[in-house]
C-alpha cells in the first residue's frame, strides 16, 4: 500500500516530462514548398514562404504570395520524441486541417529534425498520391 503514492508520484513526473517534450507555441518559417508523389519521388518545389505556428491546439500555416492562403489544424492526437529539441527527433500530429475550400480530416503533420535540418511533412489519406513537405529556415518560441 506505501508503494502506491510513490507510483502515483513516478506517474506524474514521467507524465510532466514527456509532455514538456513538445513545444507547444512555436513559429517556423519556411522559404520552400516541395510536392512528392506517394513513393517520395519529387513532383515540384514553389518558392514560397509559410510560416507555421504550433499551439497545444493544433497549427495555423499562413503560406504568403499572390493570395494568402491559410491552414488550421486542428490536433486530435499527438506524440512527440525528441532527444533533442529541434536538432534531433520528431512531433508527430494528427490533424484535422480547414483551408478555405475544404476540410481534410484525420490529416498526419510531421515536424522532423536530422542533424539540426527540420522538415515539415503533411500527408492525408484523401491524397495519398501527394506528400507536402516544407523545409524550415528558421523556428523561434512564441509567446
Known amino acids: 500500500m506505501k508503494k502506491l503514492p510513490l507510483l502515483l508520484v513516478t506517474l506524474l513526473i514521467v507524465s510532466t516530462a514527456v509532455k514538456a517534450q513538445c513545444p507547444a507555441n512555436v513559429k517556423y518559417t519556411s522559404a520552400k514548398m516541395e510536392m512528392y508523389d506517394s513513393t517520395m519521388k519529387l513532383m515540384g518545389s514553389h518558392d514560397v514562404v509559410t510560416v507555421f505556428e504550433t499551439n497545444e491546439k493544433g497549427f495555423t500555416a499562413t503560406q504568403q504570395g499572390d493570395e494568402e492562403i491559410v491552414l488550421h489544424g486542428d490536433m486530435k492526437s499527438s506524440k512527440c520524441d525528441w532527444q533533442e529539441l529541434n536538432v534531433k527527433g520528431k512531433m508527430v ?16 503533420v510531421t515536424i522532423e529534425a536530422v542533424d539540426g535540418k527540420l522538415t515539415i511533412t503533411m500527408k492525408a489519406k484523401e491524397y495519398a498520391d501527394r506528400v507536402m513537405r516544407f523545409v524550415v529556415d528558421k523556428y523561434e518560441p512564441v509567446n
Open 93 to 108: 500530429m494528427i490533424c484535422d486541417i480547414t483551408d478555405p475550400h475544404e476540410t481534410v480530416e484525420n490529416a498526419t
